[in-house]
């Protein structure tokens, strides 16, 4: 079925820029619609962003225009580059693998966590 | 773009049947997925395009979908069912994925 590890969660200050990545194995990112969701503390799912198999990428109202969806197919990992951090988007981040529009999130890393705070 | 509105928390005796709602403007015509989620674990999904049951998942999980209002049913209550469960719908317009709020599922 596959497995997804994401990495690169930390501290960082308001404002600041982190890069989460997150390697694939078991089937193709660029072959699926990959997606980020989060998880503020003991809040519900937040959707972030899908990348399509044919590039187009979409996101949230939320992060639009400060994140960055993306990734490398010869390495086969999925990258959210995050800048202009705020408090707000301290949540644990997690990858998971839509196999077609509309399908359900099939296969889901074990997430990784962002604190933004000074 | 769609709002999808779960009850925050159902609780439920052991053997008895649990109903988790999820609520949103002519919901019939969207494919709704579930997934449940333990404590400090990844979503699982439990129930995908409105009412099919992934390998695995035990036959007790059941959903449906109508009007305005889509459905999670377990039948049969067990304690490992105790859980957060999230609807999930695609918004094709906005090209964006919306997630209820979540229901927290506790057997009493």
């Known amino acids: 079925e596959g497995q997804l590890v994401e990495s690169g969660g930390g501290l960082i200050q308001p404002g600041g820029s982190l890069r989460l990545s997150c390697a694939a194995s078991g089937f193709s990112v660029s072959l699926n619609y990959m997606n980020w969701v989060r998880q503020a503390p003991g809040k519900g799912l937040e959707w972030v962003s899908v990348?399509?198999?044919?590039?187009?990428?979409y996101y949230a109202d939320s992060v639009k225009g400060r994140f960055t969806i993306s990734r490398d197919n010869s390495k086969n990992i999925l990258y959210l580059q995050m800048n202009s951090l705020r408090a707000e988007d301290t949540a644990v981040y997690y990858c998971a693998r839509e196999e077609s529009p509309s399908d359900a999130f099939d296969v889901w890393g074990h997430g990784t966590m962002v604190t933004v705070s000074s | 773009s769609h709002v999808l509105t779960q009850p925050p928390s159902v609780s439920v005796a052991p053997g008895k049947t649990a109903t988790i709602t999820c609520a949103g403007n002519n919901i019939v015509i969207s494919d709704v997925h579930w997934y449940q989620q333990r404590p400090g674990q990844a979503p699982v999904v439990v129930i995908y395009y409105d009412s099919d049951r992934p390998t695995g998942i035990p036959e007790r999980f059941s959903g449906s979908n109508s009007g305005n209002t889509a459905t999670l049913t377990i039948s049969r209550v067990e304690a490992g069912d105790e859980a957060d469960y999230y609807c999930?719908?695609?918004?094709?317009?906005?090209?964006?994925?919306?997630f209820g709020g979540g229901t927290k599922l506790t057997v009493l």
């Open positions: 999930q719908v695609r918004d094709s317009s906005s090209h964006q994925e919306v």
């Open positions: 990348i399509y198999t044919a590039g187009d990428t």
